[in-house]
């Protein structure tokens, strides 16, 4: 199949396009075996539009979608856009509490969740229908400006049994689609997505059709690509996380492969489904590698698989090289955040794979790097990495605050270097920061230094406030096996034998986990709430 520029405005003609020309060809199969070809597909994003449109629902309301990886994620999604309606994914596993105050900082008017999900959709609804009325308890810590944007929402149900006020999905979609008047504007806001702000409480990105779009043309013009429009994908990633989003589905679309959607990780349960469905891309993210590891004939179950790509946190190295050596399957990374929709570099990108590297910038991205006084640093010294490219977000909910600068330049808050083919090098998070007596530990490298201990499987650093030192640096230490007391020996004595004084652990937490996010990624916020527990007296130790 011809694989060509899109050239559209909204991300939903996509689907029109692959409809028009192989209408008869699968595009979406669940695990569970329901299966939409483009034609249907596109039908159903109509008739949702549709019926966005018949329900009250108009170009630039919000419609909050808490739904799992199954096809009414994406109908949704797409109808949502198709509508010129903003769709706000959030992760259907969120607590009454976040997901309420999704819904009131949104203004959601719509939200569109599944049998899993409703009771705690209906919680939250409730807490903000309660705030409506005066009583903020179900929304926690919130200011008048949240509250001012929130309405009583709709909820919709996919499956299961309505309450009063409630109506099917089944309903919301119209008997056909009527046409809907072509986006002129793609600056037009697309999406929300809620991502980590320095404040400590989810903030959403405003992503513009433009944006989605730029970055899933950009994606598409590395070479070799990453997907082609025979591959069979694996849509186990998140749908509501960006990478699974516009990183996953949005290049589905665009080069009209056919996706196996996956609503959970199982470690044997997905190696069946790649081998059962053929899957030749595999997204994943990193845990899975290690998930893998200690599976026997791994090199067989994923004999379809041409190509596997991580993202959203750093890949070992190690685990890269021994992952490659055993099965031939090459394991290509990339660089990215939220407010680039996602990807910035991929080492598919890459002169030469390098350990350590995330690769080389997407065509139409510029990265820099600049030190503390604003310059650019020596050599290859470390500096705060700025980008530039039309896949930028907008700024953040609900003024546009925090975005690109005049001249197109967003300062990501992350700290790496770039070699002299362009590569480019994590170091650390900008915020995670740890200042000892005055000198910087950026806790990436103590944690690199910890998991060479023998049998350390993973470590955590954080900071804590220290009223000798300004800060100290601490530890958590998840081990495959032994005693506590000896990894904590082995993994300070390594340490002392590593790591200058200043970045040296001043206390190491032996665990039996880390909590994690659903990609993967170290929630080294709830590690600082338990240290600032621990140091009010409310946490034993």
């Known amino acids: 199949m011809p694989d060509k520029p899109s050239g559209h405005t909204d991300l939903a003609d996509l689907v029109a396009d692959a409809a028009a020309e192989s209408p008869d060809r699968l595009a979406l199969v669940e695990a569970g075996g329901r299966s939409l070809t483009w034609g249907e597909l596109d039908d159903e994003v109509g008739r949702i539009a549709t019926g966005l449109g018949a329900a009250g629902v108009v170009a630039g309301h919000r419609v909050l979608i808490a739904v799992g990886n199954r096809i009414e994620f994406v109908t949704s999604y797409l109808g949502v856009l198709r509508a010129q309606v903003v769709a706000v994914p959030v992760n259907p596993r969120a607590t ?15 939200v569109v969740t599944d049998t899993d999900t409703v009771p705690t959709v209906r919680e939250a609804v409730g807490h903000v229908v309660a705030a409506l009325d005066g009583d903020t ?138 081998e059962d469905e053929a899957c030749s891309v595999v997204p994943v993210a990193p845990p899975v590698f290690a998930y893998w590891q200690p599976v026997d004939g791994l090199e067989e179950r994923l004999g379809p698989v041409r190509l596997m790509l991580s993202g959203s946190a750093p890949l070992s190295p190690e685990l890269v090289t021994a992952f490659t050596a055993r099965t031939g399957i090459p394991v290509h990374q990339g660089y990215g955040l939220t407010e680039a929709s996602p990807v910035v570099t991929s080492t598919l990108c890459s002169r030469e794979l390098q350990a350590g590297s995330v690769g080389a910038a997407l065509p139409g991205i510029d990265i820099r790097l600049v030190d503390d006084s604003g310059r650019t640093p020596e050599g290859e010294d470390p500096g705060e990495i700025q980008i530039r490219g039309t896949n930028l977000f907008s700024g953040y909910w609900p003024d546009g605050a925090g975005g690109p600068d005049a001249d197109g330049w967003w300062s990501t808050g992350d700290v790496g270097f770039l070699d002299a083919t362009g590569d480019l090098f994590l170091v650390d998070r900008l915020k995670e920061l740890v200042i000892v007596s005055g000198f910087n530990v950026y806790p990436v490298e103590v944690e690199e230094v910890i998991r060479e201990v023998e049998g350390v499987t993973e470590a955590a650093v954080i900071g804590v406030d220290d009223p000798v030192t300004g800060e100290a640096v601490i530890a958590y230490v998840r081990s495959a096996d032994g005693d506590p007391a000896t990894v904590e020996a082995a993994v300070r004595a390594h340490c002392e034998e590593r790591l200058a004084r200043f970045k040296q652990p001043s206390r190491i937490e032996v665990v039996d986990q880390l909590p994690l996010t659903v990609t993967g990624k170290v929630q080294k916020g709830r590690l600082r709430t338990m240290e600032r527990r621990r140091a009010l007296g409310l946490l034993e130790g």
């Open 96 to 110: 009454a509490g976040e997901i309420a105050r999704m819904i009131a900082d949104s203004g959601s008017r719509m």
């Open 137 to 274: 308890a179900g929304l926690g810590d919130f200011d008048q400006d949240l509250l001012s944007r929130a309405v009583k929402p709709r909820i919709v149900v996919v499956g299961g049994t309505l309450l009063p006020g409630e109506r099917s999905y089944d309903h919301l979609r119209a008997d056909s689609a009527r046409p809907v008047p072509p986006l002129q504007d793609p600056e037009k806001l697309a999406a929300l997505l809620y991502t980590s702000g320095t404040s400590g409480r989810p903030r959403a990105a405003m992503l513009t059709h433009r944006a989605l779009l730029a970055n899933i043309e950009q994606v598409a013009q590395v070479e070799p690509k990453m997907i082609h429009g025979d591959d069979v994908v694996l849509g186990v990633l998140p749908l509501f996380h960006v990478y699974g989003l516009n990183a996953v589905l949005g290049g589905v679309l665009r080069h009209r492969a056919k996706l196996v959607l996956v609503d959970r990780f199982d470690p044997q349960g997905t190696l069946d489904l790649i």
